[in-house]
């Protein structure tokens, strides 16, 4: 079912503050940054050799994201992605094991058109965990 | 400096019972627990193709895990790992950089005897970053 770890994602008040700091402090290069209207984000990455370092800023008041940054304005660790062979199938398996994966069954995609899906943090140790199916 | 990402680590209450959840819903197995006595933690980790997903569970009380729980005590997400090539170097220039590497200078190891230190989380997006030498 999980095939490896996607990504680390970040929420930060601003994706240029965040990758200025990233590349004056570490040399690191973040991507061009791209709106989730669904779930009112502006993400970028920062492309690593094995995994991605994601940064997520809100794009509109109340989303998620902007929540989260009402309890920690500097910003911090908000969940973290593993791939997984097939969203679809996953969501049914882990259903049926007893682990709430959110959104009701509703078919998510993020930016690159990839399925997505979050599981309850109450059934993964209390981490917030993205699951993620490569497309192609 | 930075070559890829090492993993993500989860604070949890009770690394048995974690196991045992992240065997029954994910079928993700758990390597077996070391002590790193001079942190205060009982570690355990999930090997993934390309990274890992470590598990911490406080071996006393005080200890920065413990606390950690005190604030969080169903577990939560507590640090990521990113791989530099050189760890004494990296502090060295990331100090000069401005980025502050707690620990004060001192040569740390992980259970593996691998050199790590820890980023300031203000100086990373608000994230505690863990940085890690590959031994060998």
Redesign the interface.
Known sequence: ?????S??S???PSLES?AK??K?????TVTEAKVNEEQGVRLACVE??????E?MEPSRPGSPIAKFLER?P????H??C?NVDDVAAARVE?GR???RVLGEGRDQRNVHGEHIAFVH???F????VELEQRAG
Chains 1, 2 share one sequence.
Not at 24 to 28: A, C, M, N
Not at 74 to 77: A, K, R
């Open positions: 079912m999980i095939t490896g770890l990504h680390v970040i929420a930060v965040a700091k990233l004056e402090l570490y040399g690191l690593l050799p094995n995994a991605r370092i940064l920690n500097g910003g911090g660790i969940h973290f593993l882990l094991r007893g682990a943090p109450k059934d140790l209390g981490a917030l």
